[in-house]
């Protein structure tokens, strides 16, 4: 058996997509914007990354659409490079995942590690054990990710409503603020181009560099839409449901995403502490259920990781049947489930914590180094859609797509040569099975001679 069945319907995709991006992102980046610049800056890097992401989405949906396929990236490499395309995407995406789960999950430790007061070395068990939940539901099947995918949506959307209810003085003032500083922002740009400045007052507009910066940082929180394609293959009636999924499930996701963020905006011009990547904490210290927040927390890493981890284990599958990866990886079980390729992941994330605990490397080390990562494979998605789109969409999505893709150009350093490598690796793979079938090729006609 090596098809995978259809069992994905347009709710479970848009709960699907919804978990593969909101996680780490939503639970981190409040603090680590915060630290980044001005609260007008954040608000302004809201509005920008926001604008930014529109026409990715828009190519991802398109391709989506195109190739309804469980390879996703890997077949719109190939459109844009060629074969040897197909070879680098599957190298980057495996080093992206393996490497992001388990940030994804020690972030996840370092929340739960506030309820148990536990050590780094905690840190790392509770990220195991992340680990293990996020494989087992995997190995379940599609209707118990979706289950519990589900159920993780209602949560979250509780734990939103619970830190905006409890926090509402919070809310309420950093929506107030955010909408001031916007006209503020405009007006001060507007005369700045108009060269107006009122003599009553000073002219209001934000520094574009924190901006940029912030919104460069913010990216983070949108990524995952491009993993989606590696679900595609079992979503019903794609040529209907790919743009479906991917526009409710943006405009849910940046509902929760302002949510949060303008309590957090709130918060932050308050003078509550929110730096770090455990940020949130500080918001949980004023509402009554105290802890119990902070496990749903952990409930929605796990969802978040899950989702990223049937992804990964649907690209390993698609890679192993075209035999990019090895050939038995591509197999599936009798259940239904491609078991080769979760199990081998399962043990690549273990090795990863291992790694990380012995040698004291920081989550935001790992993060860095998948986010180079993805530099490369919208590329490759901004290429294939080039060459497969005709018309002014082509330009427009295109172009805007580009400048978005710009802002992933933010610390670049030596780290930058882990994704070179990567896809240096790829373009390997592909030259050497090249030269393999070139040589059993050879082989045959000789004998046949």
């Not at 969409?393 to 580009?402: A, C, D, N």
Request: charged share 10%.
């Amino acid at each position: 058996m090596t098809e995978l069945k259809k069992t994905v319907t347009l709710g479970r995709g848009v709960v699907l997509a919804i978990l593969m991006v909101i996680g780490s992102g939503l639970l981190g980046l409040p603090g680590l914007v915060a630290d980044a610049g001005t609260v007008q800056e954040v608000v302004f890097g809201w509005l920008l990354i926001i604008l930014a992401a529109m026409p990715l989405i828009q190519i991802c949906a398109e391709l989506g659409k195109k190739f309804p396929y469980s390879g996703g990236l890997f077949h719109y490499a190939r459109e844009a490079v060629g074969e040897w395309g197909g070879y680098a995407v599957t190298a980057l995406v495996c080093g992206s995942f393996i490497l992001g789960e388990p940030a994804v999950a020690l972030i996840g430790g370092e929340y739960l590690q506030h309820i148990f007061g536990l050590s780094d070395y905690g840190v790392h068990l509770l990220a195991f054990l992340i680990i293990t939940a996020m494989t087992l539901i995997t190995v379940a099947g599609v209707r118990l990710v979706s289950f519990f995918n589900y159920a993780a949506v209602v949560i979250l959307l509780f734990l939103i409503a619970a830190l905006t209810f409890y926090n509402f003085n919070f809310f309420s003032s950093g929506l107030v603020f955010s909408i001031n500083a916007l006209f503020e922002g405009i007006s001060g740009i507007t005369g700045m181009v108009l060269g107006i400045s009122g003599s009553d007052s000073p002219v209001h507009f934000p520094d574009p560099f924190p901006v940029w910066k912030i919104s460069a940082l913010l990216f983070w929180a949108f990524l995952g839409w491009e993993n989606m394609s590696f679900g595609l293959g079992e979503l019903q009636n794609p040529e209907k449901n790919v743009k479906r999924v991917f526009w409710l499930s943006f405009g849910l996701t940046i509902f929760i995403y302002l949510m949060l963020a303008a309590t957090s905006i709130g918060a932050d011009a308050d003078g509550i502490p929110l730096s770090g990547a455990s940020g949130l904490v500080e918001l949980v210290k004023f509402t009554p259920p105290g802890n119990l927040l902070i496990w749903l927390m952990g409930v929605v890493i796990i969802a978040n990781v899950t989702c990223w981890n049937f992804a990964s284990s649907r690209l390993v599958y698609a890679s192993g049947k075209e035999e990019v990866l090895p050939a038995f990886l591509g197999k599936i079980s009798k259940r239904g489930q491609p078991m080769a390729s979760i199990l081998s992941m399962y043990i690549a994330f273990v090795l990863v914590l291992l790694i990380t605990c012995v040698f004291d490397i920081s989550v935001s080390s790992l993060l860095m180094l998948v986010n180079q990562n993805f530099l490369f494979l919208y590329g490759f998605i901004l290429l294939s859609y080039w060459k497969t789109e005709t018309g002014w969409r082509r330009w427009v999505y295109s172009g805007f797509s580009f400048l978005s893709i710009s802002f992933l150009v933010s610390g670049f350093t030596w780290k930058i040569l882990y994704s070179v490598a990567l896809t240096g690796i790829g373009y390997y793979g592909f030259v050497r099975k090249n030269a393999k079938k070139k040589e059993k090729e050879e082989k045959a006609a000789y004998t046949a001679y």
